[in-house]
């Protein structure tokens, strides 16, 4: 289970950081995503994490701006954005797929198995 929190209302050039914490042993084992939605559109990928932590995947439209951490010993995993802007008013997802290999990484959401609940991050102008 995903539990998802750290959403909330902030002006542009505004921060927030999301953590997404994760139930069960298989977390250090897990490929983790941060994805975002909004109103009649599809998911999008916004950053990947490999379970490792070794490699991390961006979006173009974050890089320079969010950034990725995972601290498995508390089976949680941090999204740090910072100078926001209204585009990235969405609900953020946090995803996980079990896997095999340090180095596997997705920016599909189709890939990932589990889901948490969404948090809502609004940017104003």
């Known amino acids: 289970q995903l539990q998802a929190y750290g959403g909330g209302l902030v002006q542009a050039g505004g921060s927030l950081r999301l953590s997404c914490a994760a139930s069960?042993?298989?977390?250090?084992?897990?490929?983790m995503g941060w994805f975002r939605q909004v109103p009649g559109k599809e998911r999008e990928f916004v950053v990947a994490?490999?379970?490792?932590?070794?490699?991390?995947s961006y979006a173009d439209s974050v890089k320079g701006r969010f950034s990725i951490s995972r601290d498995n010993a508390k089976n949680t995993v941090y999204l740090q954005m910072n100078n926001l802007k209204p585009e990235d008013t969405a609900v953020y997802y946090c995803?996980?797929?079990?896997?095999?290999?340090?180095?596997?990484?997705?920016?599909?959401?189709?890939?990932?198995?589990?889901w948490g609940q969404g948090t809502l991050v609004t940017v104003s102008s």
């Open positions: 994490i490999t379970s490792s932590g070794v490699r991390k």
């Open positions: 069960g042993r298989a977390f250090s084992s897990a490929v």
């Open positions: 995803a996980a797929k079990i896997v095999k290999t340090i180095y596997y990484t997705s920016t599909k959401a189709d890939d990932f198995d589990y």
